[in-house]
């Protein structure tokens, strides 16, 4: 006898704020609900809608800098069948939507934010049947709910969407930027801001259009576009609606515009200068352009002149640009995100720091080579919460482990036997070379101890090193977690570069995500990067995996400090890590015994804290770092260190 199947017409309910042209969907665990894709989720009608905030919760919204509030309190409903007695997971999120022309091409959606609680939302039939005119009156609240009766409301997340179709352009300003070439100007205090233009309108212009209706030196506004502004500073790190004069940019600040879009190609932006004075209306006294042809690269920094309202220049300025774009193909769903997900509450943690340890630079502190399958392996068997290794491209475009962006090379001289070193980059050397050839440490160039250059290099494979992204994460104990270090060159304060000619920063993190995604299976994943462009895409990119930003600190005397002025100051790293929703950031521990204070101050901010350096191959050091509430510490002399307190432990 064969059962007919239930079926239940569920209404799901729930209250949100939007803004205009936005719409809350529903997205689940069953093809009725989208299979936990976005672009197949079921849209929501709105029921009612009020202005102002809904009923006091915990959503984390847009920071505004001014005083205008459009968002509404609506609620949203939409009844779907659902079929069998099996319990439906789902989600909340709201989006924009632009539906396609094309039957072969899926709908443009645009994540705004999304319950992101590691558990989610669960329809029970079984609960259903009990009192179902209980379940179809009740209104949810966006990013609160109850699991098993047991509310989670204090400990909710509601995070930024990701990018499934759009692209988004950080335009900035920072360091001292403004060159005013008439003495009158160049004491002055400046407001910016910054507008969309649709470049497309070209096409279609009507004679005498643009002087008419946009006036002599403005382009048509993309309406479509909002650009939002942060600063670096305490003043507005989150992403604030401009004011009709913009912001202030104070020399040796950081400034961000930040503007989201479907069609790169066609975006540009005007910049308006106002004369900032105290009690005085902000006197507007130029403007200049950033075009679609200024923006052909991932990241470059453009020199453009600042036209005078009488159209003769008065100045330049240097602007700085980041187009991040989404991964072509990369499919990701909504069942789950650790983005922003962090027990706080759990024992700081272990990481192997390039498995066992750097093996180059500390010989004695290392069992096995460096960033080789075998030392991430032992590192795990000897307790490592986590393994830390430097991941980047060869020249055939597959994600390798290796630290440096250099090798030796050993080659032979006309004269017989004599042989030397000769330095190459790893990013032009194809996996199988850098594998297959006979290599060094770059660091051996300038050692005059050659006695192994003519031996054999018979180590096993998993002793080798150069092992692809993919074999780690084939090879390595899944119950171990990985912090993927991205590797990126940067100028440093000295005008040296680490490396020259490098790849496109979006090709270059969509190989390394792609890789990723497809082979981590229920592994933890951490990514982390010096380069805070690299965790921004890597950020953007996905919607599953946390980013740490890396730094230096304010340590100077350790290492050359990079230009970048986002990555030399703890507090700097604070509010980059705040402005990019990144999870935290992974600081110089030498940086931080000079002022303990600062890992408060990443707590207060809610942030969590890594740490790395030769100052934790110190267990008192350790010890202390871990009695402060450091969340993570990453350390060479893992064997001893993980032995001993394995044998303390069980005793």
């Known amino acids: 006898m064969t059962m007919m199947s239930v079926t239940f017409e569920v209404m799901f309910r729930v209250e949100a704020e939007v803004e205009s042209g936005e719409v809350v969907c529903v997205v689940g665990d069953c093809d009725r609900l989208g299979n936990w894709d976005p672009h197949h989720a079921v849209v929501l009608s709105r029921e009612s809608s009020s202005p102002g905030q809904c009923r006091k919760n915990n959503q984390q919204m847009e920071n505004r800098c001014d005083k205008e509030d459009r968002k509404t309190c609506d609620v949203w409903r939409k009844k779907v069948k659902l079929c069998g007695m099996k319990n439906y997971n789902y989600r909340y999120f709201v989006c924009q ?15 705004i934010r999304w319950e992101t609680n590691i558990l989610p939302r669960v329809f029970s039939p079984a609960d259903y049947m009990k009192d179902p005119g209980k379940y179809d009156a009740e209104i949810m609240k966006f990013g609160e709910y109850e699991i098993h009766g047991i509310s989670i409301g204090g400990k909710n997340h509601v995070t930024k969407g990701w990018l499934t179709d759009q692209s988004e352009i950080h335009i900035r300003i920072h360091g001292n930027p403004i060159r005013m070439w008439k003495p009158k100007y160049r004491k002055q205090t400046y407001r910016i801001k910054c507008t969309p233009l649709d470049q497309r309108y070209k096409d279609h212009l009507d004679e005498d259009e643009e ?108 602007l700085d640009y980041l187009t991040v774009k989404p991964v072509p193909g990369l499919d990701l769903k909504m069942d789950v995100s650790y983005q922003n997900y962090w027990k706080f509450e759990r024992k700081s943690l272990d990481v192997g720091h390039r498995g066992m340890g750097s093996s180059y630079k500390h010989k004695k502190l290392a069992a096995v080579r460096e960033n080789t399958v075998q030392s991430l392996q032992d590192a795990a068997n000897h307790g490592a919460d986590y393994v830390e290794f430097d991941v980047q491209l060869s020249r055939d ?27 190459a ?87 390394i995500l792609r890789v990723v995604m497809r082979t981590a299976g229920h592994r933890r994943v951490v990514f982390s990067s010096f380069d805070p462009d690299i965790c921004i895409l890597v950020q953007r990119k996905q919607n599953k995996y946390p980013t740490l930003l890396l730094t230096n600190g ?38 931080l015994f000079r002022n303990m204070n600062k890992i408060e101050k990443v707590k207060e901010a809610k942030l969590v804290l890594f740490c790395w350096g030769e100052d934790n191959n110190d267990s008192n050091a350790i010890n202390t ?27």
């Not at 005007?270 to 005085?280: A, L, R, S």
């Open 554 to 591: 304010e340590d100077v005397e350790k290492y050359v400090p990079y230009m970048d002025l986002r990555t030399r100051s703890i507090d700097m790293a604070i509010y980059f890590a705040t402005f990019s929703n990144l999870l935290g950031i992974d600081v110089l521990t030498s940086t």
């Open 625 to 651: 770092l871990k009695q402060k509430g450091v969340d993570g510490i990453i350390y060479d002399r893992c064997l001893v260190n993980w032995t001993l307190e394995t044998l303390y432990s069980e005793n």
């Open 425 to 511: 980059s790893v990013k032009d050397l194809k996996l199988s070379e850098l594998q297959s050839m006979k290599l060094a440490h770059a660091s051996r160039i300038s050692d005059n101890d050659r006695d192994d250059i003519h031996e054999d290099d018979i180590d096993p494979t998993d002793l080798q090193p150069f092992p692809a992204l993919e074999r780690v994460f084939e090879a390595v104990n899944p119950a171990t977690g990985f912090n993927v270090e991205i590797k990126y060159p940067q100028e440093k304060v000295n005008g040296e570069f680490e490396e020259i000619n490098f790849y496109d920063r979006n090709k270059y993190v969509d190989i």
């Open 97 to 111: 939507i632009i539906e396609s022309d094309s039957e072969s091409t899926e709908r443009t959606v645009k994540v």
């Open 211 to 318: 002087e008419d209706e946009w006036g002599t030196h403005v382009s048509p506004p993309s309406t479509f576009t909002k650009v939002l502004v942060s600063t670096l500073d305490e003043r507005q790190i989150n992403h604030c609606v401009q004011s009709e004069s913009g912001t202030i940019f104070e020399t040796g600040s950081y400034m961000i515009f930040t503007a989201e879009t479907t069609e790169p190609e066609s975006l540009g932006f005007q910049f308006d200068f106002y004369v900032n004075q105290e009690g005085v209306t902000p006197k507007h006294i130029g403007y200049c352009y950033l075009l679609p042809v200024d923006l052909k690269k991932s990241n470059d920094t453009k020199t453009v002149p600042i036209t005078g309202l009488n159209h003769k220049p008065i100045g330049q300025i240097d």
């Open 397 to 423: 475009m597959i994600p390798v482990i290796y630290h440096d962006f250099h090798v030796a090379i050993t080659y032979r001289k006309k004269k017989r036997e004599e042989l030397e070193f000769y330095q």
